[in-house]
């Protein structure tokens, strides 16, 4: 029985779990769990006293008896919809497969194997990993990465407790640190890279009394997790003896459910039975009517009202939840200068009320400052709206003139002749005949006949500049006026680090470079954002300085707040402000995006090789804007990493791991380990239209030396 009803949401948030001891009357434990409210059980697979060495010994003393595991039931216990859908099986915690005790190593081995096999036989839809015992965990770790290799469907979660030691608490020194309090994100980290980022390996996080750090805590929603085990320890009492959770644990909880996590209950009845309704529906004791009550029942209510008090989503969450973290390959993405656009996507962008009444206002604005009021009836302003497509812009322009008592003479240039026959009829329709002239044509290429005070346009990407909108109006501004307008009057291109392990994996799922060198369109969902976004590059219209080049350069350093602890950076989100006029503006980046505008989802700069930063160690960043007259354009990027003070030495943990267990695609996917003399590189050069990045020359990891950027300078000069 789900949580609630969540107008929009069908994600398994919905649906809470309890793990339970090992009970061999399966259908009895299943029925008793789901008839008291929760939707799915965690028990162990097998009777935890089972160890197969012992069965071996006892085999050997009397050789008719068969080593069969001592698994709860037969599968057919259940039928196969219930063990797929009410069971996710939990491996026997005892097993400890980089124990010093080879007896016990071997045992822990053997149990893992047969009980995963046994859970893929009755297909459940995931298992339950013990947690790693700290980031030294590489047998463990070669055994699943083997088992992950050949293996159904099934999911492995990973159980990581949710901890994190204070280092700033510890006087700075982090070698304090014991090793059962390290960062548990250094486990998962260890672990996962040991089995290659495989997409079927997630977390199922321990969520504790105690929490880490608000940084620390975002970085797991960019990793893979898919279960949030909640102790009962966790729960304070409210003042009617009721569990409850902290402000903090509540806040938590509700990012959980917003990122399609589902909540398990673990753990013995911490809470009184003995008074007020709640209790007494809760107690374990036969009620009145004979029932068993379930002893946690309490606190599945208590997950019930956090997850019912949930405010709806709006509507533009709804409209756009199927395309959260899915990847916009160039093969799907618009590129209106090089295509002509089709009329369902015209009437996508023409739905984005916000966006033209931006532009309103804009206009707006530039009129009254442009024609005084002593004018307005006397004085008639030439506007282009150039890269028309049907007509909104020439709408909004045209509203900004009714609106400020200005006279407007408006030419329509627009460069798809499909559009062009839309606006004919617009004009025609809207008896615009007398105002509006349209120009089929290339606005590169137009002779017009008279010049324009303003050159109104929308030929932005995602970050900005990617739909050439530099190079289109830097042939439309021989028309515009020496004191002319432009609207929009600049962009700015933004970005940011993220962890975004589902993008990473959906990117290389392809098994090839080409993938890696290509910028996504995204509806960033499941990612962490490890440090404000930053301005890349600024493009301001008109621009009439004589040397002016829409070639560009930059260096970016970000600094990752150092109680995040380390992080792993997948790519980079990108985003984009434009400045209409004076304070009317447009964009994406986070912390100032237009309300209610969806024209633009961010795009994604993956990295090939996913990049392992610790706490205190800046990111640099170099990226480029390459433009050559024969290649029509580029952009590229390229990371290096520069080590913090003594942060990396060989005698860390996590800096033993020197090579993956098997090689990864293409042979050289390496857990990126770093010391003080590695740089990393990446770098693209592609071209780039509205949404994409098709790439035309690729330098793979290069050492950061003058002939690398010499070798990019001179594509750029081609
Ligand atoms: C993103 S659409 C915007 C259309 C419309 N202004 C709107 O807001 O709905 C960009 C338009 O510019 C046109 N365009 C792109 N480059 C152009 C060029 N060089 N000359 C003329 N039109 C161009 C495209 O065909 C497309 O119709």
């Given at each position: 029985m789900p949580l609630g009803q969540r107008a929009g949401d069908k994600s398994d948030s919905r649906y809470c779990g309890v793990e339970t001891e090992f009970n061999e009357d399966m259908p009895r434990l299943l029925d008793f769990n789901i008839s008291s409210g929760f939707d799915f059980i965690l028990p162990p697979l097998t009777n935890p006293t089972y160890r197969p060495s012992s069965v071996t010994s006892n085999n050997n003393n009397n050789?008719?008896?068969?080593?069969?595991?001592?698994?709860?039931?037969?599968?057919?216990?259940?039928?196969p919809s219930q063990w797929a859908s009410h069971v996710v099986g939990k491996i026997s915690s005892w097993i400890d497969l980089d124990s010093e005790d080879e007896l016990l190593r071997l045992d822990s081995e053997t149990v893992l194997r047969q009980e995963i096999a046994w859970a893929s036989h009755l297909s459940l839809q995931a298992c339950l990993l013990p947690p790693p015992r700290g980031t030294s965990c590489g047998n463990y770790a070669r055994c699943v990465n083997q088992i992950l290799q050949g293996l159904n469907n099934m999911q492995l979660w990973l159980r990581v407790p949710l901890e994190k030691p204070d280092h700033d608490a510890m006087d700075g020194n982090p070698d304090q640190v014991s090793g059962e309090c390290t960062d548990s994100w250094e486990w998962w980290n260890s672990f996962r890279l040991l089995c290659e980022h495989h997409s079927q390996l997630s977390v199922a996080l321990d969520v504790l009394s105690s929490l880490p750090s608000g940084n620390s805590l975002g970085r797991w929603f960019g990793e893979p997790i898919r279960a949030a085990i909640i102790h009962t320890d966790a729960f304070l009492t409210n003042a009617r003896g009721y569990p409850c959770l902290s402000k903090r644990h509540q806040k938590l909880i509700a990012g959980f459910f917003n990122h399609s996590i589902q909540i398990v209950v673990s753990g013995?009845?911490?809470?009184?039975?003995?008074?007020?309704t709640l209790e007494s529906s809760n107690n374990s004791d036969n009620n009145s009517d004979g029932i068993t009550r379930h002893p946690l029942r309490s606190y599945l209510d208590y997950v019930g009202y956090l997850y019912q008090r949930l405010d709806p989503l709006p509507e533009q969450e709804r409209f756009e939840l199927n395309y959260r973290d899915f990847l916009q390959s160039p093969l799907q993405a618009i590129q209106p200068l090089m295509d002509n656009l089709e009329a369902q996507t015209y009437e996508t962008f023409e739905k984005d009320t916000v966006k033209y009444s931006q532009y309103q206002r804009a206009v707006s604005k530039a009129l009254v400052d442009r024609v005084p009021d002593e004018k307005a009836s006397t004085v008639t302003t030439v506007l282009m709206v150039v890269g028309?497509?049907?007509?909104p812009l020439v709408r909004a322009s045209l509203q900004a003139a009714e609106e400020t008592g200005r006279k407007l003479k408006v030419y329509a240039v627009e460069k798809n002749p499909n559009a062009v026959v839309t606006l004919h009829s617009l004009v025609k329709l809207e008896g615009w005949e007398n105002v509006v002239t349209i120009v089929s044509c290339d606005m590169r290429s137009w002779n017009a006949p008279e010049k324009a005070d303003m050159l109104v346009s929308e030929l932005l990407g995602s970050f900005g500049d990617n739909e050439l909108s530099p190079e289109c109006l830097d042939g439309a501004q021989r028309f515009l006026k020496q004191d002319g307008i432009s609207i929009p009057s600049s962009y700015t291109s933004f970005i940011q680090p993220v962890t975004a392990s589902k993008l990473y994996n959906d990117v290389k799922s392809h098994r090839d470079l080409v993938h890696f060198e290509t910028a996504y369109v995204v509806k960033l969902h499941r990612i962490a954002k490890l440090s404000p976004s930053q301005p890349v590059f600024t493009f301001t219209h008109p621009d009439h300085s004589t040397k002016k080049s829409n070639q560009r350069y930059t260096k970016l350093r970000f600094e990752i707040p150092r109680d995040t602890g380390s992080s792993m950076v997948h790519g980079f989100a990108g985003y984009f402000d434009a400045t209409l006029y004076k304070d009317v503006h447009l964009g994406i980046e986070p912390s100032t995006a237009t309300p209610n505008m969806f024209s633009w989802f961010p795009i994604f700069f993956p990295l090939r090789t996913p990049i392992c930063v610790q706490p205190g160690s800046p990111l640099e960043v170099h990226f480029w804007r390459c433009c050559g007259s024969t290649k029509s354009f580029g952009l590229g990027w390229f990371l290096d990493f520069h080590a913090g003070e003594?942060?990396?030495?060989?005698?860390?943990?996590?800096?033993?791991?020197?090579?993956?267990i098997q090689s990864g695609m293409n042979g050289a996917s390496h857990p990126h380990v770093l010391h003080q003399s590695t740089i990393v590189t990446v770098a693209h050069i592609g071209l780039v239209c509205r949404t994409v990045f098709l790439p035309l020359v690729s330098i793979k990891a290069?050492?950061?030396c003058e002939g690398f950027q010499s070798e990019l300078l001179s594509f750029t000069q081609e």
């Open positions: 050789s008719n008896e068969a080593s069969v595991p001592p698994f709860a039931g037969s599968d057919l216990v259940l039928s013995n009845l911490l809470h009184s039975t003995s008074m007020g028309a497509g049907r007509g003594g942060e990396f030495t060989l005698d860390r943990p996590y800096l033993i791991h020197v090579g993956p290069a050492p950061m």
